[in-house]
């Protein structure tokens, strides 16, 4: 893609309104615009890390076995009725009437409705487990949205849902998605703990939140140093067998939010030492919550004496466009973004130095081609425009690799490669480049699988 033909709308100076670093940087660096208060367009440039960070979210759902479906963003409220959420939910729940008069929602959440899918299209325990998900627009009122995209009202979200015929099937459904978020999270360069967390208005009795450790984070947090240090478990993971080991691992250590935190127990289970007191971001959060909704909606399957047996369900989110400001929070610098390669817009940025020059254009073009033919995606800055505000725009919008071509080194036949993490500069001939970006393409691919 040539810079020249893309829509990209940077801004020189931190907006007023931007109180923490996402905010600032997504909108400086032309990924979102507001439209009006926690609501917000996202421009070419963001839309692209939304989708990777989507698609990155699909496949660790697919891998533990889930299965995708969509469901509308607007709701009837007979069902919210019938599980006995629609008064209690509180002022967050955007209510509206059709034409008709009809009570719908714009729906916070799917509990409700997925219910009503499962109840009507599965009569016998044969058909269990099963574990459904979409990715989906979401609306929550939030009285006083800020921080941008971390706690806006409208959010992109996965949300699955799980329906087990007894509480042992469904804690090993409830093992799969704690796995299945290890791997995703780990698979865009966080690194997550999960805690002990309250279920708030999804109910039931077992939660675990999933926290990224950062200063800007919204909440107190309190763990073991060691849950730090553990190793997310591979692609070769067996979801069908015993998880419990695995599962054991990540929570036989304290590890609390702020609402669930014990002092006392804090102090007495973990050295001082080892204790380690934090802001977090939840990233995810999953409930078993047993019959709560399956009970008050009637969604029973014949079991295997021929009695009707009431469902046990869980649901398990993930806040994908959250997930933006938070990997950025997570990763940057005091010049910008620093995306991992698992989630970058494009892979290399093409810096031409040196534009109207037809050795400096050439050597450009060629490049470019040669960058594409070999898979990798490359933003091409082929603006008339100095040095210092190229490369001030691609720290900025924070492409893991940058490729700076200028006319002294075409003629010695030498670019520039910079590493945007570590700053790191190489000069490099044109062969070596490729194939290091190349290389490193490859080696970011095998870890995805």
């Not at 047993?290 to 009707?308: I, N």
């Not at 001939?429 to 490193?440: E, G, I, M, P």
Request: charged content about 30%; aromatic content about 10%.
């Amino acid at each position: 893609m040539r810079l020249s033909r893309y829509f990209l709308p940077l801004l020189r100076d931190d907006p007023k309104e931007a109180e923490i670093v996402s905010h600032r940087l997504m909108l400086r660096a032309g990924l979102v615009r507001q439209a009006s208060a926690g609501i917000y367009s996202w421009l070419p440039l963001g839309f692209r890390v939304l989708q990777k960070i989507e698609q990155i979210v699909r496949e660790e759902q697919d891998r533990a076995g889930a299965l995708e479906l969509l469901m509308p963003t607007i709701q009837s409220a007979e069902i919210w009725k019938e599980s006995g959420r629609f008064e209690v939910y509180g002022k967050e729940m955007l209510r509206i009437k059709d034409r008709h008069e009809r009570d719908m929602l714009y729906g916070p959440t799917n509990e409700e409705l997925i219910t009503v899918i499962f109840r009507d299209g599965v009569k016998s325990y044969k058909e269990l487990p099963r574990i459904l998900y979409h990715i989906q627009w979401k609306f929550r009122d939030e009285i006083r949205p800020r921080f941008g995209v971390m706690r806006g009202r409208e959010f992109l979200m996965k949300d699955s849902y799980s329906f087990d015929l007894t509480q042992e099937d469904a804690r090993r459904s409830y093992n799969k998605m704690f796995v299945s978020y290890l791997r995703t999270f780990s698979r865009m360069g966080l690194k997550s703990v999960p805690m002990a967390a309250e279920t708030g208005p999804i109910g039931g009795d077992l939660s675990h939140e999933f926290i990224i450790l950062a200063d800007t984070g919204e909440s107190e947090v309190y763990c073991h140093k060691d849950l730090l240090a553990l190793e997310t478990p591979g692609p070769d993971l067996d979801y069908e067998g015993d998880l419990t080991p695995l599962i054991m691992d990540w929570t036989g250590k304290y590890a609390a939010t702020i609402e669930k935190h014990d002092a006392a127990r804090f102090a007495k289970e973990v050295p001082a030492k080892d204790q380690v007191t934090a802001r977090g971001i939840e990233v995810g959060h999953i409930f078993f919550f047993g019959t709560k909704y399956s009970q008050a909606m009637g969604a029973r399957v014949q079991g295997p004496d021929g009695e009707l047996v009431t469902v046990q369900m869980g649901s398990y989110g993930i806040g994908v466009s959250r997930l933006v400001g938070a990997i950025i929070e997570a990763s940057h610098d005091d010049a910008g973004i620093i995306w991992p390669a698992s989630v970058a817009p494009f892979d290399v940025g093409l810096i031409n130095l040196k534009v109207g020059d037809a050795d400096t254009d050439k050597a450009c073009d060629d490049f470019y081609a040669k960058l594409e033919q070999a898979g990798l995606s490359v933003l091409y800055d082929d603006r008339d425009d100095r040095a210092g505000a190229k490369f001030a725009a691609m720290d900025l919008i924070g492409l893991p690799w940058q490729i700076i071509v200028g006319p002294k080194g075409v003629k010695s036949g030498e670019i520039e490669l910079k590493e945007r993490a570590s700053g790191a500069r190489h000069s490099l001939t044109f062969d070596a480049a490729l194939n290091r970006l190349v290389a490193s393409a490859s080696e970011a691919r095998k870890e995805a699988a």
